[in-house]
């Protein structure tokens, strides 16, 4: 038996790019975001535009409950290498659109004593994202507190991404990654199978691996009690 193993495991990550490096601002307009859509100990990769240092960051980002595993090449890549911290080629360019529409499911908070004359700010419990466009190369949707749904289909070199499950009803022909964040859960639904990358929670398959017999038809994907990714024709 071989003593070393490979498995497809993505590692869900969000990449925090930065324009400033007021470490003070940072702050400030990082912390409601994070606290808003991704849980403690979320990985991220650092890009910036602005000289900064680097171990002073990494150190903000630790103590707003993000864990910094890489920065991108570029202006951070040097320092990086200095202190043996990874550093990753840059993402190619996608255009992040916005949806055709959105429904926001809201739920108020417990009230207390304290603010029972006070009307209670809703919060955000799930948001589902509706595009009826086909997917352009280049562009990505990305819905980090719900579902997706496409009522047409994806070109290559598109990339669709939800926290929730994801349908397409037309042909997935990118990149479709449902669970970003972890939600095992998740599920995929489409209509022709041909995509370059399917991720459900980080487990992930490339276009070379996906089974032969589900190619170009109706899929239901998920994951098993063993976390791998189970591929299931649906008969129409």
Same mark, same amino acid.
């Given at each position: 038996?071989? !003593?070393?193993?490979?498995?497809?495991?993505?590692?869900n990550?969000?990449?925090?790019?930065? #324009?400033t +490096?007021?470490?003070?601002?940072?702050?400030?307009?990082? &912390?409601?975001?994070?606290?808003?859509?991704?849980? =403690?100990?979320?990985?991220? @990769?650092?890009?910036?535009?602005?000289?900064?240092e680097?171990?002073?960051l /990494?150190?903000?980002?630790i103590?707003?409950?993000v864990q %910094?595993?890489?920065v991108?090449?570029?202006?951070?890549? #040097?320092?990086?290498?200095?202190?043996?911290? %990874?550093v990753? =080629? %840059?993402d190619?360019?996608?255009?992040?659109i916005?949806?055709? &529409?959105?429904?926001? @499911?809201?739920? &108020?908070?417990?009230?207390?004593?304290?603010?029972e004359?006070?009307?209670?700010?809703?919060?955000?419990?799930?948001?589902?994202?509706?595009? !009826?466009? /086909?997917?352009?190369?280049?562009?990505?949707?990305?819905?980090?507190?719900?579902? /997706?749904?496409?009522?047409?289909? /994806? +070109?290559?070199?598109?990339?669709v991404?939800?926290?929730?499950?994801?349908?397409?009803?037309?042909?997935?022909?990118?990149?479709?990654?449902?669970?970003?964040?972890? +939600?095992?859960?998740?599920?995929?639904?489409?209509?022709?199978?041909?995509?370059?990358?399917?991720?459900?929670?980080?487990?992930?398959?490339?276009?070379? #691996?996906? %089974?032969?017999?589900v190619?170009? &038809?109706?899929?239901?994907?998920?994951?098993? #009690?063993?976390?791998?990714l189970?591929?299931?024709?649906?008969?129409?």
């Open positions: 038996m071989a !003593d070393i193993r490979i498995k497809g495991r993505m590692v990550a969000l990449r925090i790019s930065l #324009d +490096n007021d470490h003070d601002a940072i702050r400030q307009q990082l &912390k409601p975001k994070l606290q808003a859509a991704f849980p =403690p100990g979320t990985l991220a @990769v650092i890009e910036s535009s602005v000289d900064q680097l171990i002073a /990494i150190q903000l980002l103590d707003l409950e %910094p595993m890489a991108t090449e570029g202006i951070l890549g #040097d320092q990086a290498r200095a202190i043996q911290f %990874p990753l =080629p %840059p190619r360019q996608l255009q992040e916005k949806a055709t &529409k959105e429904q926001v @499911v809201e739920v &108020k908070p417990e009230s207390t004593a304290d603010d004359k006070a009307d209670a700010v809703p919060i955000v419990a799930h948001v589902t994202s509706y595009h !009826d466009e /086909i997917l352009r190369t280049g562009q990505c949707i990305v819905q980090n507190q719900g579902d /997706i749904i496409i009522t047409a289909g /994806i +070109n290559s070199g598109s990339e991404i939800a926290s929730g499950n994801i349908h397409i009803y037309g042909s997935a022909r990118g990149r479709v990654i449902a669970g970003a964040g972890g +939600n095992t859960a998740a599920r995929i639904f489409c209509h022709a199978l041909e995509a370059e990358l399917i991720s459900i929670a980080g487990t992930y398959c490339v276009a070379d #691996d996906i %089974p032969p017999n190619v170009k &038809k109706p899929v239901h994907i998920y994951l098993n #009690d063993q976390q791998e189970v591929f299931e024709a649906l008969q129409f």
